[in-house]
């Protein structure tokens, strides 16, 4: 199984507006950058996108080690929150509905494909792939201001 490296970053100007996406994925010292927007958005849904964009980019399943800045992302996933939502109809309590719920389905069914495994890395902190992937995501949300 091919063992890959993933690092992300969504960004968004004003939450909800123009938002954009970036992805670099590393394997065998190669590395493959993908990004995109969209016009209206928020910077969770960027976030998610990026992760999904970068997933569905892989040709067959593989050991993937994403490392993203986004905690919303990390921790709906390391601690188990999505599955409970998905779980309760979307909800994230008997009041509250959980956002996102398209980009979830989307993103959970790619993590039955991959063996993903999730690191956080602190956002605007020298990180370079999250530098450049930060510096995509804000080049795409400028391309709709």
């Known amino acids: 199984m091919k063992r890959i490296e993933m ?3 969504g960004a968004c100007s004003g939450n909800p507006g123009p938002g954009g996406w970036g992805t670099i994925l590393r394997y065998n ?3 493959k950058e993908l990004s995109g927007g969209h ?4 910077n969770n849904r960027m976030e998610l996108t990026a992760v999904i964009e970068g997933l569905s980019a892989l040709k067959e399943p ?6 993203s800045d986004s905690k919303y992302l990390i921790d709906a996933i390391t601690q188990r929150w999505v599955y409970k939502w ?27 494909k991959h063996q993903v495994e999730f690191i956080w890395v602190k956002g605007h902190a020298g990180h370079p792939e999250n ?3 930060d510096q995509m995501a804000v080049a795409e949300s400028r391309r709709f201001t």
């Open 7 to 9: 690092f992300t970053d």
């Open 29 to 31: 010292g190669h590395e």
């Open 39 to 42: 016009a209206q958005t928020t």
């Open 62 to 67: 593989c050991a993937v080690t994403i490392y």
């Open 86 to 112: 998905r779980a309760n109809g979307w909800m994230r309590n008997r009041k509250e509905p959980a956002l996102n719920p398209d980009l979830w389905e989307r993103l959970l069914t790619l993590l039955e």
């Open 131 to 133: 530098e450049r992937c």
